[in-house]
């Protein structure tokens, strides 16, 4: 409770309310686009932040979160298109009850259950993250290692791309994080004689040009699709019938989102999929999934946004990103000179407070956008791509420049987009890259300083019950789903 | 109205369903992996090419080490996608239009005349460039865009967040 008012108290600050309300109108709106995801508006954001003191950027940034997960159902339910990826299960019943004419039920179904699903999980996160960054005091390099390795691990389950293909693009963000001097021994590795990457290649610039490059050129190869738009009459309030229908099926989707929120490397759309999927296997009513099922859109609107706080718990906690979002905002506090984990906790907890409060304010301020102004918002969709995109590369070039103010950092934006877009087509997720960019460091270091520690003797790592603990997540995570479909054959079999 | 989402081909018709049968095709995850592998054994090349660690830190852990174990696991794991993807039929894949090389082709020469030309003006010829080559016509509007747009980024950045930018042939007219 003294949490909850303490971020409360913070957000009493008007310049912090008004940073807040930036981020969630800009949210809602980067959201609601189809093809700008939260993710990349963060990304294309955080040179901005920069300039900011920590509390009000890493506020900025977590309402834009927020408030982009929930902008993405409003095109997915207007346009069957969903503005971003945690909204593709919304679109299943959002579009079907639009054509029918429910465009106003579907979005204010879409509204209320988000803005349950976020308020959820930012309480949870203001009671789990302190417990968890306790736990974490106990943490050792050999703990670190194996939590870090857990994290990567996880990337074999996100649902986008192939297990396999997560794990190579999770291994090649490591890799690419050994770019630079080796900090053990001054060693200057795939630097190429380039004294501007000898501190390694920022990943910020990484994560532009891989979010905005590559969506540029994914938004050339679509440019002959067009959009049909059902018009959205007055968004409305669920009705006391709604809410009966529905109100389980929100209670198990903010339990699942986060749940998988907390889970690293997952996210909303995963949260989103098991929160319909769900829904609809409790559905009295199944036959009308997919037909225009109202608890079709309560389930992962609830779930998606559940996750966005759950995604932060071990972001903050571990330094462990819960989403790729979330790597995004844990990129902008190693860029403020703040290392998440336990003592972020003791020595900032205004900036931990100003996060919980902004997080909680933006859900509140969605709900209110989201019922007076959804079908203003829709009408972004009505900025030509010709204009957009442009717009938004001529941004990415300046952001990805302005960090060290180098041309290398746009080049490397450039090349991280154009390889970026190959590895698209090709079935590779950009979101595991990041991780491993992120995590590389971390992974390295800890797992160097742990071997030092061992005296170079690796079985040591097992007599660590909480690394082992990890270690046998990491083989479950890994393993899990094949040894899962195994068993289940020869459960079936007999 | 069923779908929201139309395609066109070029000529303006709706792009067909493909009919005939089909020839069995390789997967695109073996050529993939081959690609994969190849990357790691250039890759393994370049870390032999580290200089040699000083003797007073050589008894950490050598900085070949950690990429090398990373190139292994990079290998093993495009050997699974390859053995996932072995005699599997190749997904049909709709061939890239070439206004996506052209945007590629224009991202680059973007970024390659900044030095040059300066910021501004290399942002001004993008916003023209792009939006034509995308089909847009409707040049007064592209030319309001071109005009305003690269010059309200040019002072937000360099005036609010003091980002100090190469102007090119305009260093002299800025400064």
Known sequence: MDGLLHAISIMTDPYLLFIVLCGTVGGVLVGALPGLTSTMATALLLPFTVMMPPVPAIALLS??????????????????APGAPPAAATAIDGYPMALRGEAGRALGMATVSSTIGGIFSVIVLLVAAPMLARMAYSFGPPEYFALALFGLSMLASITKGSAVKNLIGGTFGVLVATVGIDFTTGVERFTFGYPEMTEGIHFIPVMIGIFGGAELLAQAASLDVVYHRVAALAVKLPTKEDFKLVWKTIVRS?????????LPAEGGTVAAMIGYNEARRWSKNKDEFGNGAIEGIAGPE???????????????????????????ILGALLVHGLRPGPYLFQEQPDLLYGIFGAMLVANILFLGIGLVGAKLFARITLIPRTFLWPAVFVLAVVGAYSLEQAMVDV?????????????????FAPAPIIMGIILGDLVENTLKQSLLLFEHDWTMFFGRPIAVSFFILTFLG?????????MKKMVGGN | MTDTKTTQ??????????????????????????????????????TTLFDEVP??????????QFPRLLLFLISAFAVMMMFQA???????????PKVVFLSAVLLIVFVSIVNWVGIIAAMMLFCIALPILWGERRFKIIAIFAAIYPVLVYFLFSRVMEVNFPLGFFTEFFR
Not at chain 1, 63 to 79: D, K
Not at chain 2, 55 to 64: F, K
């Open chain 2, 55 to 64: 003797s007073a830190m050589a008894q950490g852990v050598p900085p070949t």
């Open chain 1, 478 to 486: 890994l393993f899990g789903p094949f040894l899962f479909k195994q």
């Open chain 2, 86 to 96: 072995w005699g599997q039929e190749a997904k049909k894949r709709k061939p890239l």
């Open chain 1, 411 to 427: 080049g490397i934006m450039l090349v991280f987009g154009l390889l970026g877009f190959v590895l698209r087509r090709y079935g």
């Open chain 1, 254 to 262: 903010c339990g699942i989102g986060t749940f998988i929120g907390i």
């Open chain 1, 63 to 80: 309402a834009l979160y927020c408030a982009g997960t929930f902008g993405g159902s409003i095109t997915a339910i207007l346009i069957n």
């Open chain 2, 9 to 46: 081909n070029g000529d303006g018709n709706k792009a067909r369903p493909d009919q005939g049968s089909r020839p069995f095709s390789i997967h695109t995850d073996l050529p993939m992996g081959v690609a994969v592998l190849l990357f790691s054994a250039v890759v393994f090349y370049l």
């Open chain 1, 302 to 328: 609830a779930a998606n946004n559940a996750a966005t706080g759950g995604a932060m718990i071990p972001t903050l906690a571990l330094g462990i990103p819960g989403s790729g979002t979330t790597a995004v």
